[in-house]
């Protein structure tokens, strides 16, 4: 099995991205399961309803979040979808699910979302220890489990990496929208990346239109972030997975 995680689409540009190469990641690396991060699509801030089932339509399995979930109102009418999730550990009690089960080429794929307490400005629940609780709880119902660890700090990646090794087959990491040339399968058999990249303006500050991003940093003065023009990249890894063990036998970075 292959399954395809593509990084944080940022942006109107991303969603023409994942329309034109999409297709052609699927048929050229016979992709059986997609997972892409949809926290930034809506200019930067959120996901509304259009971008939620425009993504739908590229035959996306799972929509996963972060920090973003609920920067547009329009997230209210679909957080229930089973197709989109959000931080498991986000505080109780919120709207939608942290976790869900799918099914793919008759095996049971268990998705999490969880999101980083380091420098991240959003009040949560410990992901190490929600991590640890999911996967006690669904171990026995599935044959695969990946988690998209939306974090900032690269130690909280790795360490989550180390503690969950053997019992996640794959743990990726996104919101930093610069993909980390660190794939690696740990000893116990988890594939690890700590991050997978971003989807949208490839000439920017992580999405972002240059000048108004040196402007804060110049002045520090709350100048409006705009989404940066002109052409645009896609990032994501594919990961293997051996159809007889349920283990991650090879991790393949994409830029396009």
């Known amino acids: 099995m292959k399954i395809l ?8 540009c991303s969603i023409k991205e994942l329309k034109t190469k999409l297709p052609q990641i699927r048929e050229k690396e016979n992709i059986d399961f997609v997972i892409v991060n949809g926290e930034n699509v809506a200019e930067g801030m959120g996901i509304t309803e259009k971008n939620f089932h425009d993504i739908l339509d590229q035959k ?14 329009d997230i209210f009418k679909f957080i229930d979808h089973s197709q989109i999730i959000r931080p498991a550990n986000y505080s109780k009690p919120v709207p939608g699910k942290g976790y869900n089960i799918y099914e793919c080429r008759n ?15 959003v009040l949560s629940e410990n992901p190490f220890l929600v991590a640890k609780n999911i996967i006690t709880k669904i171990k026995s119902n599935v044959d695969i489990i990946v988690i998209d660890f939306h974090a900032e700090a690269t130690a909280e990646k790795i360490a989550m990496s180390y503690y ?14 610069v ?41 520090s003065l709350p100048e409006k972030y705009k989404i940066a023009d002109g052409e645009c990249m896609l990032n994501g890894v594919i990961f293997e997975i051996d159809d007889k063990t349920n283990k991650a036998t090879k991790i393949t970075r994409i830029q396009m």
Do not use: C
């Open 179 to 219: 993909q980390t040339a660190d794939e690696k399968i740990l000893s116990k058999g988890t594939a690890y990346i700590t991050d997978i990249g971003m989807t949208g303006p490839k000439n920017s500050v992580i999405g972002m239109n240059i000048e108004s991003s040196l402007k804060r940093f110049e002045t």
């Open 107 to 121: 095996k049971k794929i268990g998705v999490i979302n969880l999101i980083g307490r380091v420098d991240m400005n």
């Open 164 to 177: 969950l090794d053997g019992e996640a087959t794959i743990i990726f990491g996104t919101h930093t929208h």
């Open 5 to 12: 995680a593509i990084g944080d689409l940022v942006g109107n």
């Open 60 to 73: 996306v399995d799972v929509i996963t979040m972060g920090n973003h979930t609920w920067g547009k109102k």
